[in-house]
């Protein structure tokens, strides 16, 4: 006899379950740990009098804002956060504009040739960060290049032994042409993704009232596919913003600080001048300028859906 609906609701007042989670608990309390104590740890630094004494013998003082105001103050500090938003904004434009055109152009391709590129860009994507900087180092490398190499050969004799790392332009030209080559499948693919999800009668009916290919992006596709496209455009801003390891390992900030940015110049401060207190109090102001580009992008995000933080 099959149970009434009544029989079948649970009783009320029935405390709810725990075992749900207890379950998560661990993974939660090990990313809580994981996160926020590193994010705390730096935090209590940067309020501290900690260089290599105080590493060693952990007798550390507190002495209130007095990093901060030596961060603050420095000229040095507020050049190269010039430096990090231009460098931001250079890589999140460029990642921004060539990752649509691929995804736009992905669209369009027959079966094989979106099987090509698409496993083209997996392929890219997987490569290390390491060593994909490393290959960059040799292509540019002043005698054993293939950029000086073929410039010569193409006529251009003034390239010939050129050191590309000597020169603050042309370093800093070559990082931005790196992060891009190696962010540009992540935000193609995903914008292709949301592409497919534009039903095809829209694109019909733009073609039969006569709109071109910009018109039916702008008036179609763009609609549709802006929250994916803020959120790209989002994290691209997080990622460029904390390029640290392709600087590190191919100029060290150099040559002189053309290349130095935020992240950068708090490891050059903590650990070069053992100023672990200044590095700290450099990583919170990074934060903190982080979370401010975030909360705009997120703000506009949120606009457009008809919300409001």
Do not use: C
Request: proline share 5%; no cysteine; glycine share 6%.
């Amino acid at each position: 006899m099959p149970l009434s609906r009544s029989s079948r609701r649970p009783p009320r007042g029935r405390p709810l379950s725990l075992s749900p989670y207890l379950l998560i608990a661990p993974a939660v309390l090990g990313m809580l740990y994981l996160l926020l104590y590193p994010l705390a740890r730096a935090l209590i630094i940067s309020f501290q009098d900690f260089r290599l004494r105080e590493l060693i013998r952990g007798d550390a003082e507190f002495v209130g804002l007095r990093n901060y105001q030596t961060l603050l103050t420095d000229p040095r500090f507020w050049e190269v956060v010039r430096r990090t938003f231009m460098f931001m904004a250079i890589n999140v434009v460029a990642i921004m504009i060539l990752s649509t055109l691929v995804a736009l152009m992905i669209e369009r391709l027959g079966i094989i040739g979106r099987a090509v590129v698409l496993s083209s860009l997996v392929l890219v994507w997987a490569v290390p960060v390491v060593a994909a900087t490393t290959i960059f180092q040799w292509l540019f490398h002043s005698e054993f290049g293939i950029v000086n190499e073929t410039l010569t050969n193409l006529g251009f004799t003034s390239f010939e032994g050129y050191t590309w790392f000597a020169n603050g332009s042309a370093a800093f030209a070559i990082l931005v042409v790196l992060i891009v080559w190696q962010s540009v499948p992540f935000a193609a693919i995903t914008l292709y993704s949301a592409l497919t999800t534009v039903p095809g009668e829209l694109y019909e009916s733009a073609r039969l009232d006569g709109a071109g290919a910009m018109r039916t992006f702008r008036s179609v596709t763009f609609p549709l596919v802006r929250p994916i496209f803020m959120l790209v455009l989002s994290l691209e801003v997080i990622w460029t913003f904390k390029a640290f390891v392709q600087i590190w390992v191919m100029t060290r900030g150099g040559p002189g600080d053309a290349t130095t940015i935020l992240p950068v110049y708090t490891v050059q401060t903590a650990l070069a001048n053992q100023r672990y207190d200044l590095g700290s109090a450099a990583s919170m102001v990074t934060v903190l300028l982080m979370s401010g580009v975030l909360v705009f992008y997120l703000r506009q995000l949120f606009r457009q859906e008809g919300e409001h933080l």
